[in-house]
C-alpha cells in the first residue's frame, strides 16, 4: 500500500515525513520565532527543530515551516515545527521502494529508517522514523514562549 510523504532539504539532506501528519506549510518568518526557538502558531506555542543544524549540518537560511505532530510515548501526538530550506514536493511511496539506508553518521541513523531514490533526483531521501517522539528532537514540556 502506498502512503504519500511530504519531501523536504534540510542542508544537503532530503527528509521524508508522512503526509499525514503535516498540519501546515508555511514562509518562514524568523521574526515569529523566540529567541528559545519557539513560534506562536494559532493558539500554542510550538517548538522550532531547525533540521540542517539539528542534523549537524552548517546552517543555511531555512525557507520554511513545516508543522507536523511527532506521537507521545502516551499515544498523544505534540505538534512541533520543523525549519526546513525548501519543501520539494509529495511523493506516493510504495513498500517496496524502500532501500535499505546506507551509512550515515552515526549521530543521525537513529532518526531515520529507510531511503527512497526519487525519479529525477540525484541521490537519496530518507523517511524520519514514525516512532520518533518530540523528546528526540531535545524538546522539553516547557513551552513558554521568552
Same mark, same amino acid.
Given at each position: ?23 501546515? #506549510? ?11 526557538? !519557539? ?5 500554542? #506555542? ?23 505532530? #511527532? ?21 506516493? #511511496? ?26 529525477? !533526483? ?23 514562549? !521568552?
Amino acid at each position: 500500500m502506498a502512503v504519500l510523504y511530504l519531501q523536504l532539504r534540510a542542508g544537503p539532506v532530503c527528509v521524508l515525513v508522512e503526509a499525514t501528519g503535516v498540519h501546515e #506549510v508555511l514562509a518562514a518568518d524568523r521574526s515569529h520565532v523566540s529567541s528559545r526557538r !519557539q513560534m506562536q502558531w494559532r493558539d500554542q #506555542v510550538l517548538p522550532v527543530i531547525e533540521l540542517g543544524s539539528f542534523f549537524g549540518f552548517e546552517e543555511s537560511g531555512c525557507e520554511t515551516h513545516v508543522v507536523y505532530s #511527532v506521537d507521545g510515548a502516551d499515544g498523544t501526538a505534540s505538534p512541533l515545527v520543523f525549519a526546513a530550506n525548501e519543501v520539494l514536493g509529495l511523493h506516493q #511511496v510504495d513498500a517496496h521502494e524502500w532501500k535499505r539506508l546506507p551509512a550515515l553518521p552515526a549521530e543521525i541513523t537513529r532518526y531515520f529508517d529507510a531511503a527512497y531514490v526519487t525519479a529525477g !533526483q540525484d541521490g537519496l531521501s530518507y523517511r524520519l522514523r514514525a516512532e520518533l517522539e518530540p523528546t528526540d528532537f531535545g524538546v522539553e514540556a516547557d513551552t513558554q514562549l !521568552q
